[in-house]
């Protein structure tokens, strides 16, 4: 059996789990809730079983440790079991109302052979350094915050007014995993613009509400039936029974590594492998987390549903032009699709940050760009690829998940002809259609109306820059330990 991939199902597991707990979508109490603290919890787990197993192999060249303040164990310490120690004791720590779950978990490894009390004891040393090593990152807490009135800033969703703001210290006050600097992007759009105006055209008509589609002006083009597919299928917006993002892109990449044939050995990945690539792709997201939170922040840019119903000067808090008349682009009561309240009877809603840049965008290309390193794409092709050659089922589209109205969604078996590039781009587009977030917090676009990643505007362009660093940093071997200190 392969023991990483054992236990990073474990791990998506608990991430599962950890939101079905949840009382509901416009009152969470998951122990490490958000898409930021979610992605922390798994390259915490991630780097201590890649850590575990290199230390127990004391293979530096091809395994090269993360953490150098443990000396190796006993030569005949089991990896399997220094793995499974470090994970379930990671795991517990974050998760601790699943305690029992880790602890069954723990029980069916099927462990057995020579060395597992020199594992045993090896994993949760490991486990306790990464843990120390991440004690003082920051909640997800907004306390201590206030929203800015100005036009263009981030405020609550007006259909979820006491939704509060996600962690907006988070970004500035964490240190790295794995990043060699504090990415930055340049501005979105600036209001009034016209790549602002297209950008508002485009999702106020394909991310609109279904039942305000017959509002639309006759210039505006709908979200189709396709459009509304791919929505719901990269959600994943912390519901029951689902979880947050980094769940489904680890989802993807276990399916990948089942076919995928790694370069450096012709052939699929071994356990070895498993251990760099998921401890590469999980410190890649926990720096998006960290990255994407701190640009967000800094530009404090405003979600669609605020955007489109106060496009008019005389719409808003700060409001200062007297009009008995609103311009055409305004629509005061629009509201989105939303990110879906899948498993519950809570109504859709719009996530409660900001919006430039798009999380999504940034975790999905992070993971999936640093994965298509791993398999040999070259840095800074930005071409789609053949890496993919299975399919996979979104857990919000498996047959078995229902909307808000109680209706069960169908299963959709979905194919991706172009790689990991094509679900990169599909990912970021798909906030779109659910209208919580304009298309520049993806990506922008040239002339021809093609993605254009040379600028540096929005989360596909910062998260290929947060992969390509972080493989780049580490030799092209393992994720190598981020001297990136907290901005403040």
Not at 193 to 202: D, F, G, I, V
């Amino acid at each position: 059996m392969d023991h990483i991939l054992y236990w990073n199902n474990v791990a998506l597991e608990a991430n599962r789990r950890d939101f079905s707990n949840a009382p509901g979508i416009n009152n969470p109490n998951p122990e490490q809730g958000g898409p930021t603290l979610s992605s922390r919890a798994l390259a915490i787990v991630h780097l201590a079983m890649y850590d575990a197993h290199a230390g127990a192999k004391n293979d530096p060249v091809k395994l090269p440790r993360y953490l150098n303040t443990l000396s190796p164990p006993a030569p005949v310490a089991s990896p399997a079991a220094a793995v499974a120690a470090a994970a379930h004791a990671c795991l517990s720590a974050l998760y601790p109302r699943q305690k029992q779950h880790f602890d069954a978990a723990h029980q069916a490894a099927g462990l057995s052979g020579t060395g597992l009390t020199e594992g045993h004891a090896f994993g949760l040393a490991v486990a306790a350094a990464i843990l120390t090593d991440r004690a003082d990152d920051p909640s997800g807490s907004d306390n201590g915050y206030a929203a800015s009135m100005h036009p263009g800033g981030h405020r609550p969703d007006p259909a979820n007014p006491k939704q509060g703001f996600h962690a907006p210290f988070y970004g500035a006050r964490s240190k790295g995993f794995a990043i060699t600097k504090r990415h930055e992007l340049d501005p979105p759009p600036a209001l009034g613009s016209t790549e602002y105006a297209e950008a508002l055209k485009q999702v106020r008509g394909k991310g609109i509400a279904p039942e305000q589609m017959g509002t639309l002006p006759n210039s505006y083009e709908n979200r189709t039936p396709y459009e509304t597919l791919i929505g719901l299928y990269w959600a994943y917006d912390g519901p029951r029974e689902i979880g947050t993002p980094p769940r489904l892109y680890n989802q993807i990449i276990r399916e990948l590594v089942q076919t995928a044939i790694n370069p450096a050995t012709g052939s699929i990945n071994d356990v070895d492998d498993n251990a760099r690539l998921f401890a590469f792709v999980n410190a890649a997201m926990g720096d998006a987390g960290i990255l994407a939170w701190d640009q967000k922040y800094i530009h404090d840019f405003w979600r669609p549903v605020l955007g489109i119903r106060e496009y008019d000067t005389a719409m808003g808090p700060s409001a200062s032009t007297p009009s008995h008349v609103i311009s055409n682009e305004c629509d005061p009561f629009w509201l989105p699709l939303g990110a879906p309240a899948s498993n519950s009877s809570d109504r859709n809603f719009t996530p409660p940050f900001p919006a430039y840049p798009s999380g999504h965008a940034t975790f999905g290309a992070a993971a999936l760009h640093i994965a298509r390193l791993f398999f040999g794409v070259p840095i800074k092709d930005r071409n789609p690829d053949t890496l993919f050659n299975g399919s996979i089922v979104s857990d919000e589209l498996n047959g078995v998940t229902h909307d808000n109205a109680g209706n069960v969604r169908p299963r959709h078996v979905r194919s991706f002809p172009g790689g990991l590039g094509q679900m990169i781009v599909e990912n970021s587009l798909s906030r779109v259609y659910l209208g919580v977030h304009w298309s520049f917090d993806g990506f922008a676009f040239d002339n021809s109306g093609n993605p254009d990643f040379m600028r540096n505007i929005g989360g596909v362009p910062l998260g290929l820059a947060i992969a390509e660093d972080i493989f780049t940093a580490g030799n092209l071997i393992a994720p190598a330990k981020s001297t990136v200190d907290p901005r403040s």
